[in-house]
């Protein structure tokens, strides 16, 4: 879910290291990572060995149909240990300086089932005493794409992951100077790692092992850096109950219909 281009190469040798380790034991395992396919397409194809989902649609949507294999814990501003937030940008063109702001603005959202994009701006706003709702919500497609509406004037507001809102500090230096953080959204368990349900338990294990092994390897250092990725936590699934708590939060509150 974080692989931008500037860190390609970094979730590259991470995956290498991950083969080598399921090699290692016998397990076959793709000799790179598919870049091909749309973010969930793989979720429930019975083959999955290895992919990343938001917490909401693990939440809502994928219990039961996939396995949990683990929680990559990040140092990025805004996460704790499993846990993340999501920094709430306005355009500086906008005048936007706190949630009090917004209202008359238009949101740019990442994805409808996005926790981070969509329901951490919609939890923030009902968790803030005269917190105002925008005018109208736009669909942008990604987190990348939402910061470049706010740059480009074509949007006000946004919720942006904290871990992708640290890559942008990084790599998007020009979109960043055009927008502020005016609020951080309440903590969520983090984006987790699944598998399929047909993958063996042995596999499972296996895959936590090499995981906690890419935590452990000291010519990864480099990688994790550049990911922020500082550890490997197995959860239990009730831990993702917290999103669904924070959902019935924001659904009290009203929202503008999400369009294109």
């Given at each position: ?13 991470i995956w290498d290291f991950v083969r080598a ?101 919609r939890e923030a706003l009902a968790l803030t ?19 470049t509406l706010l740059a480009n004037g074509d ?106």
């Open positions: 879910m974080y692989d931008w281009p500037d860190v390609y190469a970094h979730n590259d040798a380790q399921l090699a290692d034991q016998g397990i076959p395992a793709p000799v790179k990572l598919d870049r091909g396919l749309r973010y969930s397409q793989p979720w429930r194809q019975p083959d999955l060995l290895l992919a990343q989902t938001c917490g909401f649609p693990f939440a809502t949507e994928l219990r039961g149909q996939v396995q949990l294999v683990a929680t990559p814990c990040y140092s990025a501003p805004g996460c704790e240990g499993t846990n993340y937030s999501s920094m709430i940008i306005a355009s500086r063109a906008s005048g936007i300086t706190s949630l009090e702001d917004l209202g008359g603005a238009t949101a740019s959202v990442n994805s409808e089932h996005s926790q981070s994009g969509h329901w951490a701006l005493p005269g917190g105002a709702l925008p005018k109208r919500a736009v669909l942008s497609g990604g987190h990348l794409e939402s910061l949007a006000d507001v946004a919720a942006i992951d904290a871990v992708c809102w640290a890559l942008a500090l990084r790599y998007e230096p020009s979109a960043v100077a055009k927008v502020r953080v005016i609020a951080q959204s309440p903590m969520a368990p983090g984006l987790p790692l699944i598998t399929s349900l047909a993958t063996p338990v042995s596999t499972l294990e296996a895959l936590r092992e090499a995981l906690q092994a890419v935590i452990a390897a000291p010519h990864l250092a480099g990688a994790r850096e550049a990911l922020f990725l500082t550890a490997i936590e197995v959860l239990p699934e009730t831990a993702y109950e917290r999103i669904l708590d924070l959902k019935r939060l924001a659904d009290a509150m009203p929202f503008p219909a999400l369009g294109a």
